[in-house]
């Protein structure tokens, strides 16, 4: 299950938007999203921040993988450390991207979005904890055998 709900939760990243570019005199503010930035004085897409989408897709996808492995636990835990890194890269990539990308008469708003692979790291740190507890279980079965 938690597996499943990190999954959605980097799924649900990738479609909002998670920062707004303000500026700091008049002006209209740009969203940006994990895939592109969009103008709003021209309306115009900028895929400068494409590598943030393809850090949520991967991130995703491992974890979807994880959780029709079930029968394998040593590469549920690998997974779930490989998923949490990509998410952990996720994070740097889009403190760097704000601040790089950000126009020079623009203040960076962060968005609410930005927040979720924070709480998607957490529940694939839970799940990997499940799955060594029922690794744990498994082996002290198998002892008293």
């Given at each position: 299950?938690?597996?499943?709900?990190?999954?959605i939760?980097?799924?649900?990243?990738?479609?909002?938007?998670?920062?707004?570019?303000?500026?700091?005199?008049?002006?209209?503010?740009?969203?940006?999203?994990?895939?592109?930035?969009?103008?709003?004085?021209?309306?115009?897409?900028?895929?400068?921040?494409?590598?943030?989408?393809?850090?949520?897709?991967?991130?995703a996808?491992?974890?979807?993988m994880?959780?029709?492995?079930?029968?394998?636990?040593?590469?549920?835990?690998?997974?779930?450390?490989?998923a949490?890194?990509?998410?952990?890269?996720?994070?740097?990539?889009?403190?760097?991207?704000?601040?790089?990308?950000?126009?020079?008469?623009?203040?960076?708003?962060?968005g609410?979005?930005?927040?979720?692979?924070?709480?998607?790291?957490?529940?694939?740190?839970?799940?990997?904890?499940?799955?060594?507890?029922?690794?744990?279980?498994?082996?002290?079965?198998?002892?008293?055998?």
């Amino acid at each position: 299950i938690y597996l499943l709900l990190a999954a959605i939760l980097l799924t649900v990243c990738a479609c909002l938007p998670i920062g707004t570019f303000v500026p700091t005199a008049v002006g209209i503010p740009s969203e940006m999203y994990n895939i592109s930035i969009i103008n709003g004085e021209t309306g115009t897409w900028d895929f400068s921040g494409f590598s943030l989408f393809m850090l949520l897709v991967a991130a995703a996808a491992v974890t979807v993988m994880n959780v029709f492995n079930y029968h394998n636990r040593k590469k549920q835990k690998n997974y779930c450390n490989i998923a949490i890194l990509v998410a952990l890269l996720w994070i740097a990539d889009y403190f760097i991207s704000a601040e790089l990308l950000c126009p020079e008469g623009m203040e960076f708003k962060y968005g609410f979005a930005a927040a979720l692979p924070f709480f998607a790291i957490i529940l694939i740190w839970l799940a990997r904890k499940g799955i060594i507890h029922d690794e744990n279980l498994i082996k002290a079965a198998d002892r008293i055998r």
